[in-house]
């Protein structure tokens, strides 16, 4: 028995007869019928009732059918597999971040002109990130975290095999759009918060929970008095610091993405104004060559593009 009897099989079962199976697989009509034959012989089964208006299958066909099915599935994986391993994988998940999402289209575009390999990117919350990253399904995962996180945020992690490597410190601003009334202000303070809705990314409220906590705690925490929002959409975060009020704590790493949007950046002035931003990765084992090379182009954005600390 070979693959060939059970793809011939399958595609015949599926079509409905020999002759609309050799069109599929580029052969001829006797060769389908032919190797079909043959794998009924070897197995002693009867598999396919014949008439004039093509193929079906019998009791026993219906059960070698389905096993067909899986063994060609099994096949493709493996021949799949065997492709990939071949190539270069680049595993990463972030926090929602056109940023990461730019720095990584650009790293593609530039190395592919030497060596073709994959990229896997997908954005999540930090909590998949760390399941993701856990389960090696992910390589690297990029996040920010507040300095009153770190402690918790550290513990937790390593007590998965994973570990933070922070990048740089980057500061907290807020960014507000034309109907804002702290718009074009030079900075701002904690206090100039105060009457501000925001709007935040579910990431956002993990990373900096305890920050805007202390900020303004019986505000944005007293249940049925919340003055804050969330949301997982980029799209809809920068329409409403468009056209809304809304106001919006980040760090400085996106400043650069909402300068064309006329979205002013603010920075705000306090001791606990900045967070640290970074990868995830698995504690043992290093990290792959083409893995090492984007955190080294990461690194160099960063200094071009003077985000600021």
Do not use: W
């Amino acid at each position: 028995m070979d693959i060939k009897q059970l793809q011939y099989f399958v595609v015949s079962v599926d079509m409905g007869s020999f002759s609309s199976a050799a069109e599929i697989l580029i052969t001829t009509q006797p060769n389908v019928s032919k190797t079909v034959k043959s794998l009924e012989e070897e197995l002693r089964m009867t598999l396919l009732n014949r008439d004039r208006s093509g193929v079906t299958l019998t009791k026993q066909g219906e059960i070698i059918y389905n096993y067909a099915i899986e063994v060609l599935k099994n096949v493709k994986m493996i021949t799949d597999f065997t492709s990939e391993s071949q190539m270069d994988k680049l595993s990463i998940c972030s926090i929602p971040s056109n940023a990461i999402s730019s720095i990584l289209s650009k790293f593609y575009n530039e190395k592919s002109k030497d060596k073709e390999f994959r990229i896997d990117y997908i954005e999540c919350k930090i909590e998949d990130m760390i399941t993701s990253i856990h389960k090696r399904e992910s390589e690297l995962g990029f996040i920010y975290i507040s300095k009153k996180n770190m402690s918790a945020f550290n513990s937790f992690i390593n007590s998965k095999g994973i570990k933070f490597y922070e990048i740089k410190k980057l500061p907290l601003y807020l960014y507000v759009g034309r109907e804002n009334p702290l718009y074009g202000k030079k900075y701002i303070n904690e206090h100039d918060i105060g009457n501000t809705k925001l709007m935040q990314y579910y990431e956002d409220q993990y990373s900096l929970y305890n920050y805007l906590e202390h900020l303004k705690k019986e505000i944005f925490f007293n249940k049925g008095q919340s003055n804050i929002c969330y949301t997982n959409s980029n799209h809809f975060l920068i329409q409403s610091l468009k056209n809304t009020k809304y106001g919006s704590i980040s760090s400085s790493f996106i400043e650069n993405e909402y300068i064309e949007k006329n979205i002013s950046s603010i920075p705000i002035l306090s001791s606990e104004n900045s967070v640290s931003f970074g990868y995830i990765k698995r504690s043992k084992g290093k990290l792959s060559t083409i893995a090492e090379e984007f955190i080294s182009y990461l690194k160099e954005q960063i200094r071009l593009n003077g985000y600021k600390e």
